[in-house]
């Protein structure tokens, strides 16, 4: 005879099944987790701060079952836990906003920086706009990241865990050391890092010395709201419905990335290694083709040569 299994009880409270029964050992299905329906009705915050607490017992139970469960269940749970990562955690590599143009247009651009007036907020949008950086990469550029001769800026790009170089333009780069000369010494409070968060009177060791992503993107927000340029093209789907805004601050990147295209005749291989993509199929969504430069390479595609073919060809038939 098999002796008692000794399991851990589970999170909810209730024991994971001990010794085996006529079932198995394993109670009816949906008696396991009792509590999980009732779970649903709570707010999502609140029951992954629970099961954040609950980790050590929920990753004793996880090793039990996969050392237990067939090939084929343990397929199955990795498929689920898959999905939902994937869902509530990674990007989609198609975008959702279809061939909607997500970047600024030229007209877009200057009516945005029309309205930022805080010399902070212009220039570090500015590095997006005109360099491409994510507002990650953006908010922590630092004086140790340039090179004073050369114009170059060294950026660590944390998707890729690699650092990369890109060369600061002329203007750019002049405005940036106009920046420094004016903000000098908050900078050096802030490590070198051009974008401090600090405010006098609230600095804390605690607090990071350049502005959050978080922040730039509030204050981003502002500028697009004060430009009349709060666009909204859908509502989120999920457990709480929010409006999707067609700018961000990801849309000063895409402005950058096709820009860079387009003044460079349209040379993909170029623009992802300025991009900083892996990929090339990633740098094309990003590649935006204006309205009417669409229309016009339809219109050129369906010249008057071709209107006379399909004309013979409706005449012979």
Known sequence: ???????????????????????????????????????????????????????????????????????????????????????????????????????????????????????KAHLLFSYQAVLGLRIGEAVRVNVKDMNLKTRELRIFTEKSDKTDYLLIPEKLFEATLSYISAYEKDIAVAKGHLFFSFQP???????????????????????????????????SVGERTKQLYRLSTHSLRHYAITNFCRKNGGNVALSSKFARHTSLQTTMIYVHTAKNELYESIERANNDELLEKVRRMQETA
């Open 201 to 235: 009177g609230r600095r804390t060791e605690r607090t990071v010395p350049h502005i959050t992503s978080n922040c730039a993107r509030i204050i981003f927000n502002k500028y697009v709201k004060k430009a009349k340029m709060d666009e909204i093209y859908g509502y």
């Open 1 to 119: 005879m098999m002796g008692p299994w000794r399991v851990p009880e589970n999170v909810s409270g209730f024991p994971l099944p001990v010794s085996r029964s006529e079932n198995g050992g394993f109670s009816v299905p949906g008696s396991l987790f009792p509590e999980c329906g009732e779970a649903q009705s709570l707010p999502a915050r609140q029951i992954s701060s629970e099961l954040s607490k609950s980790w050590p017992q929920i990753k004793e139970q996880m090793l039990f079952l996969g050392r237990h469960l067939t090939k084929w269940s343990l397929v199955k749970a990795i498929g689920i836990l898959s999905e939902a990562r994937k869902s509530r955690f990674l990007r989609r590599k198609t975008p959702k906003y279809g061939s909607m143009n997500k970047g600024f247009t030229e007209e877009e651009l200057e009516r945005f920086f029309s309205v930022v007036d805080d010399p």
